[in-house]
């Protein structure tokens, strides 16, 4: 006959067998990973092989409004991941209640005699709950009850209790991740929306884009087309000009009708220029001037002279509002050059000269020739005749000043100027 086993012995195998039961429960937590796992590790695995009926899980909410019910063991949990009429508890309602706002574990021996009890799905005779705990706050609480009055002990609440230490610090890393994961995925949905949102709006753009660019050739079109026949325009005026002087007998009246012609030569020429370019609101001076220049030596003087031009003029760009009171400027002081300067075929020099200033968009101009000049007792500033009036005039015009310099041979202006 076997040897009777003392209370000793009973006590032992019952320590062993909890031992077992955590080991085994730590064992099967490292393949947990979110918080269902967890809670139902604890009630399956961990509560289910310590002899009991049955066991809840709870959990707070988010808000920590309520206690609600995450994994079952026993009645409460009839198939797979179930649990069989789940419910929510206020903080302070039941055993459970209780406990989650004291943080105190305890052991109800006889559940009748617990004004606190609260009946789920049957009644039963004892009780035991501990809280599960996570940086000094309740964060659920592990519940078992039995048919049997006085059935748990504290050896109970000590292994529950470890078990419930056990389960807190893996939870917190589990909301942890999931709070990581619920964040990951919000970004991830703003990244996606605003992603969408930028495709949208790039649509809209590239959609407005092809309008404006359709838009802008149609006025490009126009404008070169406005140019075109002001080009025109301005011709046939000098056409009717020239064909008016043949019956003038008069040779100062020829003169003002000639004046006349080369200054609307003068702006034609830019509107020709600017219909040739691909920038309609800006010419390129330079060869502006330099092909006013020939035109003009070429008009009084024909293919054959001897006038030299000493042309220094950077490579700029001038708005249509400069350019054209500049050309008329320049075409007055050039027209005097070649009717005065010049006379008899004589040779000579035309200068003209444009410096940028320090002052932004402001240029310096010095125009002029080595013929005779003026007369000593002669101010120019001070003609009457319509060319000097225009001079002065067009200087003002582009918020220039011009004089005349003083030196013995030859005539020479200083214009400052603004590219307006």
């Known amino acids: 006959m076997g040897r009777k086993k003392t209370q000793k012995d009973i006590k032992l195998q019952k320590t062993l067998r909890y031992l077992n039961v955590i ?22 695995q961990a509560i289910g092989k310590l002899g009991y009926e049955d066991c809840v899980v709870y959990l707070f909410d988010e808000k920590r409004e309520f206690l ?50 609260y009946l789920d799905d049957e009644s039963r005779n004892s009780e035991i709950t501990v809280p599960i705990i996570a940086s000094g706050q309740v964060i659920g609480v592990i519940d078992s009850e039995h048919s049997k009055k006085g059935f748990y002990s504290k050896d109970d609440l000590e292994i529950l209790t470890t078990i419930a230490s056990m389960t807190s610090s893996r939870l917190a890393q589990a909301f942890a991740i999931e709070k990581l994961n619920q964040h990951q995925s919000k970004l991830e ?12 709006t790039l649509d809209q753009l590239t959609q407005i884009n092809k309008e404006l660019s359709i838009r802008n050739q149609e006025k490009e079109i126009l404008l070169k087309e406005v140019h075109h026949r002001v080009k025109n325009n301005m011709q046939i ?29 003068s702006m034609a020429l830019i509107h020709e220029m600017l219909y040739q370019s691909e920038n309609l609101s800006k010419i390129n001076y330079s060869q502006y001037l330099k092909q006013l220049i020939d035109n003009l030596i070429s008009s009084f003087k024909g293919n054959k002279h001897s006038i030299s031009i000493d042309l220094d003029v950077p490579d700029m760009y001038l708005n249509i509002d400069t350019a054209i009171p500049l050309g008329i400027l320049i075409n007055e002081i050039l027209t005097n050059s070649l009717k005065y300067a010049f006379m008899d075929d004589k040779s000579g020099i ?33 003609g009457k005749s319509l060319g000097m ?32």
């Open 237 to 265: 005026i000098t056409s009717l000009l020239s064909l008016q002087s043949f019956n003038i007998t008069d040779k100062n009246t020829k003169k003002l009708f000639r004046n006349s012609q080369h200054r609307i030569n």
């Open 68 to 117: 609600i019910q995450r994994a079952a063991y026993g009645p409460k949990n009839p198939v797979d991941f179930n649990i069989h009429h789940p419910i929510k508890l206020k903080p302070g309602l039941g055993i459970v209640g209780h406990v989650a706002n004291t943080g105190i574990g305890e052991i109800v021996f006889d559940a009748s005699k617990d004004d606190r009890y």
């Open 189 to 200: 949905e703003m990244v996606e929306n605003k992603t969408s949102e930028l495709r949208e």
């Open 350 to 382: 035309l200068s003209l000269k444009i410096i940028p200033l320090e002052k932004q968009n402001c240029y310096s101009l010095e125009i002029g020739d080595n013929g005779p000049g003026f007369a000593e007792n002669i101010d120019a500033s001070e």
């Open 389 to 420: 009036q225009l001079i002065y005039r067009l200087a003002k015009q582009i918020n220039g000043e011009i004089h005349r310099k003083n030196q013995k041979k030859g005539t020479t202006y200083i214009l400052t100027f603004e590219n307006i």
């Open 23 to 44: 080991n085994a429960f730590a064992t099967g937590f490292l393949e947990t990973n979110t918080v269902e796992e967890i809670v139902w590790m604890v009630a399956r």
